[in-house]
């Protein structure tokens, strides 16, 4: 067998298809036929004589916790010692002496020997505390209250039922509180609620009142609670130089365990607590704990995949025998969870370093992941947004770290190709040409460059400050002619930015109107200064539109309306207007040549091609930037999509990145 080291994971490579470095142990996934290692039976037989021990230890003390030994109350042998302190009461060992008579209450004062005699010695001290507080008292009227007092102390009825209190209540502080049967108490109830959503019975309607009541709600948190803490551990034992630790997590039938295991020669080792299952909630399973037995069944000398078999069908109270990592456990500390926008696809099958396939989380560019945990900084936790009713667990998808190593050395491998190339075919080249290439190397593998994720929060645009909301595509996509529709239709909701130029105002033209007339000299000042989001020049004179004049717009209350070239995008959104990015797609080629010819416009093959690929670049190089995408295939449709994100904007929150909101 062949195993290689990849990122601190060890990979077989036995058989074709074979990838699982750990095991996901109740998840459904493809099984892998990988070699099983041997039983270790020195070792059961160490775990099964420590168990006989174990067990023999417990006997022994049981054994004699109830025998009655008088000598073991101080008080009664001080008692016994000084005939001064009873009051015509027999010592123990004379009641002992003297015949029984046989009652009812004979078997329940034998339960409590020592107990029951310190009990006595109490009911002497108070009689004498009793007596020396009646000789202190001046009136006749509490001296003769005390005296009742003393009477009722001392009557065979008050003692005796004294007695049989005493024996209970010792006997009750004995008894442990039953083990819980369930850490999800509060799921039950909702699951009843759910039930009873349906039911018209008076009944059903009564339990439903009770169930929603925040007092039984509250007490079945605090059921889950100590439950958990119920089932901790519940021996940690130290055995031939190994601790030992026996765990019991609760399991039901259709949730998760939500844990990995990897082989480690024989040993069956906890890889992964993956968060959202019943391991992670109870806090008992640690990383690098080895198994040595569930519910009884050895578990040293199996494979990931039989373990994988033995705990999906498992449900219930499982019991875990287990061998403690010998590593500290960090303190644990609240998660923060990170929302990110993926900007590469992602597809668990493919991906030959996933280290536990099942658990593998697909998603496409765009989608939205909320990361709950990054303490494997090669392999995040999260869920897909609006994903997370349905996944009980958490997925894995690669660190942003580990993603970008992986993306620039897809990137350096053809580069040397082309430069190996290169020396074949140009056996000689000038030392400046070898330091371009070597530039262009290092800035092809500089990670900064190479998208993964963004870190992404809500955001809900004041009802005084709209989105700038940009459109973007090719020529002939029909962008334009959308801007302008909405300029037509509601002209007080939607306004443009007045441009700058440095041409000369006509006739019909007013400053701050159609454009803003500026110098050339301070036009090309502003431009240095960062402050157009595009320029151009056309017929010698300078054109642009500046911050300044969409956000006059924008203080306005109106939404701002531009129609932008994809490379100003990364000015726009370094910018602080928020803006929402649409991008107008083209539809097919065929239904792009009718949609112009219906326009009157005639244009070739080769132009309805060059727009359908101008659209496909924007959307590979580009595509990061769009917060939707509209194909303009029925410009009635189109528009009435566009009216849908722009109304949708003051109606729900939207993702936008963090930075945005610093």
């Not at 004379?94 to 029984?100: D, G, R, V, Y």
């Not at 020396?132 to 001392?154: A, F, G, K, P």
């Not at 909320?370 to 994903?387: E, F, K």
């Amino acid at each position: 067998m062949i195993t290689s080291h990849t990122n601190g994971y060890v990979q077989e490579a036995s058989a074709p298809g074979v990838s699982h470095r750990e095991r996901a142990v109740d998840c459904p996934g493809q099984e892998g036929s990988l070699i099983k290692s041997p039983h270790c039976s020195v070792h059961m037989e160490r775990i099964q004589h420590y168990h006989e021990e174990l067990r023999k230890r417990r006997e022994g003390d049981h054994k004699g916790k109830h025998d009655i030994d008088p000598n073991t109350s101080l008080r009664l042998k001080k008692l016994s010692q000084n005939p001064k302190m009873g009051i015509d009461n027999p010592t123990f060992e004379e009641k002992e002496k003297a015949p029984k008579e046989v009652t009812s209450l004979e078997p329940v004062v034998a339960l409590s020997g020592s107990s029951l005699c310190a009990r006595l010695s109490e009911l002497e001290e108070l009689l004498q505390v009793l007596k020396w507080v009646q000789q202190c008292l001046m009136d006749s009227q509490s001296q003769q209250d005390v005296e009742t007092i003393m009477q009722l102390l001392t009557k065979e009825e008050f003692r005796n039922a004294y007695t049989i209190y005493s024996a209970l209540s010792q006997q009750m502080s004995r008894v442990s509180p039953t083990s819980p049967l369930t850490v999800q108490a509060q799921d039950l109830c909702q699951e009843v609620q759910r039930v009873l959503q349906t039911s018209q019975q008076k009944e059903g309607l009564e339990l439903s009142a009770l169930l929603t009541n925040p007092h039984l709600q509250a007490l079945m948190q605090a059921h889950d609670i100590v439950a958990v803490q119920e089932l901790t551990e519940e021996s940690v034992t130290q055995y031939l130089g190994e601790t030992v630790k026996l765990v019991r997590l609760q399991k039901a039938r259709d949730t998760p365990l939500g844990a990995t295991v990897r082989n480690d020669l024989d040993n069956v080792v906890v890889s992964r607590v993956v968060k959202g299952g019943a391991a992670e909630r109870s806090g008992l399973l640690s990383e690098g704990d080895e198994i040595l037995e569930i519910n009884g069944i050895p578990i040293r000398g199996k494979h990931v995949n039989e373990v994988h078999d033995l705990l999906q069908e498992m449900h219930g109270t499982l019991t875990f025998l287990l061998i403690p990592t010998s590593h500290n456990k960090p303190a644990p500390h609240r998660q923060t969870v990170m929302h990110v926008r993926a900007y590469f696809d992602y597809d668990p099958s493919d991906d030959l370093f996933v280290p536990c396939r099942e658990l593998g989380l697909s998603f496409q560019k765009g989608d939205i992941l909320h990361v709950i945990s990054q303490d494997d900084p090669n392999w995040w936790q999260a869920y897909r947004d609006g994903d997370e009713d349905n996944q009980p667990l958490a997925g894995l998808i690669p660190g942003k770290s580990f993603q970008q190593q992986r993306e620039s050395l897809k990137k350096t491998i053809p580069d040397r190709s082309q430069e190996q190339q290169g020396k074949i075919w140009c056996s000689k080249k000038s030392k400046k040409l070898r330091r371009k290439n070597t530039s262009t190397l290092n800035r092809n593998t500089d990670h900064d460059d190479i998208l993964t994720y963004e870190e992404m929060s809500l955001y809900h645009q004041p009802a005084n400050r709209k989105r700038p909301i940009a459109l973007i595509g090719p020529a002939n996509s029909g962008y334009d002619d959308l801007r302008r529709r909405l300029l037509s239709i509601e002209p007080e909701k939607f306004a443009v930015a007045v441009p700058h130029t440095t041409r000369n105002p006509r006739i019909h033209e007013r400053n701050g109107r159609e454009y803003h007339f500026v110098s050339r000299s301070a036009f090309e000042t502003d431009l240095a200064a960062g402050k157009f989001i595009e320029s151009g020049e056309y017929e010698k004179n300078l054109y642009g539109t500046s911050m300044d004049s969409v956000r006059h717009v924008v203080n306005s209350g109106r939404i701002c309306l531009l129609c932008l070239h994809t490379r100003s995008l990364q000015v726009l959104r370094s910018s602080n207007l928020k803006p929402f990015v649409i991008f107008i797609a083209p539809p097919s080629q065929e239904r792009l040549r009718t949609l112009l010819a219906t326009d009157g416009k005639t244009v070739k093959l080769e132009e309805l091609k060059e727009v359908i690929e101008n659209a496909r670049e924007m959307d590979v190089n580009y595509s990061h930037f769009f917060d939707a995408t509209i194909v303009n295939f029925d410009p009635d449709q189109a528009f009435q999509e566009l009216r849908r994100l722009i109304d949708k904007l003051d109606t729900e929150p939207q993702w936008v990145p963090t930075s945005w909101l610093c």
